[in-house]
């Protein structure tokens, strides 16, 4: 129990820092809107390209996650040795002009492409902008400035739905045959190249952000840009890039056989798989990314032993990645998977006409009704999860770890009531609340794992936060319902089946929790010693 300060004892933070923060948080949401519209042309693209639940939660999870999880990996120490802004930059134009690209896709493979230079753009955000939030905001603010970052995921996630709606609904009445529409798109690739391009336009205005100088609001300033920072983003993306990861190994004494064990227990694991679920590229996918980052984790104790030492090799920071990516696992698949869900079990498609607003179709229904109250619902959560995690955190060193189990814990209900419900409105009315619950763990999560480590060392671990939202959460979290629904033909059974997992999060997050205060008290002298 540690005594709360006053406000006169708690660092300023600048306008500057506010600034900054207000457009990581509008990158963000750009970053939410590319990466979720999907949700509300699933049904268009699955109609159209004749795909089923599994591939579709392949295209919008796997097929990106994958991809995103690994290059996060070498963005993010290229963030810990670069100017930051100018990353996030570079990744906004990237991951727009893919998005805008996805919009001229004709078939699974092309768009499962595209939805790849999507997770690679993308990956360069995070990092960066949860590094110098951490340089711009002192660490009694920090899970607070985080969760109003993280806030853009569910208002971008949020915006996602009513812009696509529109777009689909706008195109669609416009252009009634898709042949003689502009380049001959039809709505749902209409609505990719509407919300891809003005994302180029405001990758210029990021470029201009000023670096905060690393390290000095925590008493450990260091460089902002450190020397052959790209030949060291280079060998990273060889330590994680397969094949090149056998060329990175076998540089190190003695980790060559233990990769090539790892190699061959990969390609075990994703032909069973396959084999079982007849869903290769899911598994080829997921398993490359499990041995690029073995590989790559291999490579970072060779070559930076105080940060692998600091993350990799403490069992209680690898906990708390995968239990925060077990979260993922939950809450995005809920979130995927509520728009198709409600346009076949209340409507018969996306183009019917709406229930509740006269005038409109059922996509622009949904994605008004449950887009908008769950941008707003979702926001709020993740902004009052850090501001009470903040303060939880200041009375106990597992404060924003509880946050975060409360958060598994209060939305189930609801979401047993959702998917069970027959009446619309109230599913509409109980969504909400779900978005809320849902979102309470983002900041907390992030800032228990950025006090774990040194702040040279902050793009890495955030990179390491975003392997286990990504490659436990995202990769696997919508596809796994997808298949269950595929399998069974009721979507309702792949969402209830996700809730195997909340019983492993709740342990694996309270055994870490315990040694928190040991751990950020030890860092140093730890990362020192290896």
Known sequence: MTDE??????????????????????????????????????????????????????LYGTAFAVFYALFGIPLGRLADSWYRGRLMAIGLALWSSMTALSGFAQNFSTLAVARVGVGIGEASASPAA???????????????????????????????????????????????NAAAAPLGLEPWQAAFVAVGLPGIL?????????????????????????????????????????????????????????????????????????????????????????????????????????????????????????????????????????????????????????????????????????????????????????IVSDKLRRRHPAGRVYVAMASVVLPAPA??????????????????YVGLCSALWVGAAVATLQDLVLPRMRGTAGATYVLGTSLVGLALGPYFSGKVAALTGSLATGIFALYIVPPFTLMALWLASRKLAELEATREERATSA
Not at 14 to 42: E, H, K, P, T
């Open 415 to 432: 979401v047993y009531f959702l998917f069970t419900t027959d009446n619309l409105t109230n599913f509409y009315l109980v969504a909400p």
């Open 202 to 386: 405001l990758a210029a205005w990021i470029w201009s952000l000023k670096e905060p100088l690393r390290g000095a609001i925590d008493g450990h300033p260091s460089e902002i840009v450190r020397p052959n920072a790209w030949r060291e983003f280079g060998r990273e993306l060889a330590a994680i890039i397969p094949p090149l990861t056998l060329l990175s190994v076998a540089r190190i004494p003695g980790a060559i056989v233990p990769n090539l064990f790892i190699l061959a227990g990969c390609i075990a694991g994703a032909f069973m798989l396959g084999s079982v679920t007849g869903d290769w590229p899911q598994w080829f996918a997921w398993w490359t990314g499990i041995y690029a980052v073995s590989s790559w984790t291999q490579s970072l104790k060779h070559r930076d032993p105080g940060t692998h030492r600091l993350i990799w090799g403490t069992p209680q920071f690898v906990t708390l990645a995968i239990g925060f990516g077990s979260i993922s696992f939950m809450t995005y698949a809920v979130a995927f998977w509520i728009p198709p869900y409600v346009l076949r079990t209340f409507y018969t498609g996306p183009t019917d006409a709406a229930l509740l607003l006269p005038g409109r179709t059922a996509a622009e229904e949904v994605s008004t009704l449950f887009g908008w109250s769950a941008a707003f619902a979702s926001a709020a959560g993740v902004i009052l999860g850090g």
């Open 5 to 58: 300060p006053t406000a006169a004892d708690r660092p300023r933070v600048s306008g500057y820092a506010w600034y900054a923060l207000i457009l990581f948080v509008i990158v963000y949401i750009f970053n939410f809107i590319d990466r979720q519209i999907l949700s509300i042309l699933a049904e268009s693209i699955k109609a159209d390209l004749k795909l089923d639940d599994a591939q579709i939660g392949f």
């Open 130 to 176: 949860f590094s110098m939030i951490a340089d711009y905001f002192p660490k009694e603010r920090r899970a607070t400035a985080l969760s109003i970052y993280s806030s853009g995921l569910y208002i971008g996630g949020g915006l996602a739905l009513p812009l696509g709606g529109f777009v689909l609904a706008s195109w669609g009445r416009a252009y009634p």
